[in-house]
């Protein structure tokens, strides 16, 4: 009797294999290092300085811009990574550092409303017994690159994330 072959994985969908996707990662990461080390210091230098400056000159008003910015930075960052990612996916990168960060700009907002919607729920999740928090926490892993990448509304980038993960959470969570 034969075996009956393995049906296709459909596109988009194929299984997550640990070892596969960090070997991949830390390569495209270390390829690519002198970019993404460099915009990386960049923000935090430019950023880092205002933001300390605003945090000491104090009261609530600048300290609210503060957290504002910070977020700004961080999400510019992941913006900027996910754009770069997508670039050097054929094997080179094509565009420049300005480039990828200009094709990060437009989901910088829809990027800090879903991570404070997120992180707000997350944080309910883990109040309610850690479990629920790190079901969230797995389920929404890739709202951010999914936003940059698909040009999704934070809102839309929930349903989007789980879509993702769905059948393959323990090895996202892993």
Do not use: C, H
């Not at 075996?3 to 969908?13: E, I, K, L, N």
């Not at 050097?88 to 437009?106: C, H, Q, Y």
Request: proline fraction near 5%; glycine fraction near 10%.
């Amino acid at each position: 009797m034969e075996a009956s072959p393995t049906p296709p994985v459909p596109a988009g969908r194929r299984p997550i294999e640990v070892g596969r996707v960090l070997r991949e990662s830390f390569r495209l990461y270390g390829d690519n290092f002198a970019p993404l080390m460099g915009v990386g210091l960049a923000i935090a230098i430019v950023f880092g300085i205002v933001i300390g400056v605003l945090q000491e000159e104090g009261g609530f008003i600048l300290q609210i811009v503060a957290s504002i910015l910070q977020l700004i930075a961080t999400y510019l960052y992941t913006g900027f990574v996910v754009k770069l990612v997508q670039d050097v996916r054929d094997g080179r990168r094509d565009s420049s550092v300005s480039e990828l960060i200009s094709a990060a700009m437009p989901s910088l907002l829809s990027l800090i409303v879903f991570a404070i919607f997120a992180g707000i729920l997350v944080a309910i999740g883990f109040v309610l017994l850690i479990i629920p928090g790190l079901i969230l926490l797995t389920i929404w892993s890739v709202g951010a690159p999914a936003i940059v990448a698909e040009r999704l509304w934070a809102f839309d980038a929930f349903g989007r994330s789980y879509e993702l993960v769905r059948g393959q959470a323990w090895q996202v969570f892993g």
